[in-house]
Nanobody
Framework: VQLQASGGGLVQVGGSLRLSCAASGFTFSDYGLGWYRQAPGKQREWVASISSSDTTTPTHSVRGRFTISRDNAEKSLYLQMNSLKPEDTAVYYC?????????WGQGTLVTVSS
């Protein structure tokens, strides 16, 4: 099982980034998926989720700015991030979950400069 997150980088306030998470080794379409982030000195927090039936749920602080999506054919998860703010700076992790199974990607760093 592998989850490979990518797409992070340095962006200015108000800019956009698209994170990707490539999956392998499990039945991707059966799994719920999520993005989490961990800012320096803080606990990891949930950002957004998408169910196996494509129902999406973002956390309040990113609603209207971030969009989570998935492509089951490509076994990929995405996070489109617009109107980025300095407080969005964090390492972003992807997660796959189904019943008692849970897999994490290695994280990709997003830095928003003001």
């Amino acid at each position: 099982v592998q989850l490979q997150a990518s797409g992070g980088g340095l962006v200015q306030v108000g800019g956009s980034l698209r994170l990707s998470c490539a999956a392998s080794g499990f039945t991707f379409s059966d799994y719920g998926l999520g993005w989490y982030r961990q800012a320096p000195g803080k606990q990891r927090e949930w950002v957004a989720s998408i169910s196996s039936s494509d129902t999406t749920t973002p956390t309040h602080s990113v609603r209207g700015r971030f969009t989570i999506s998935r492509d089951n054919a490509e076994k990929s998860l995405y996070l489109q991030m617009n109107s980025l703010k300095p407080e969005d700076t964090a390492v972003y992790y992807c997660k796959a979950f189904f019943r008692r199974d849970e897999y994490w990607g290695q994280g990709t760093l997003v830095t928003v400069s003001s």
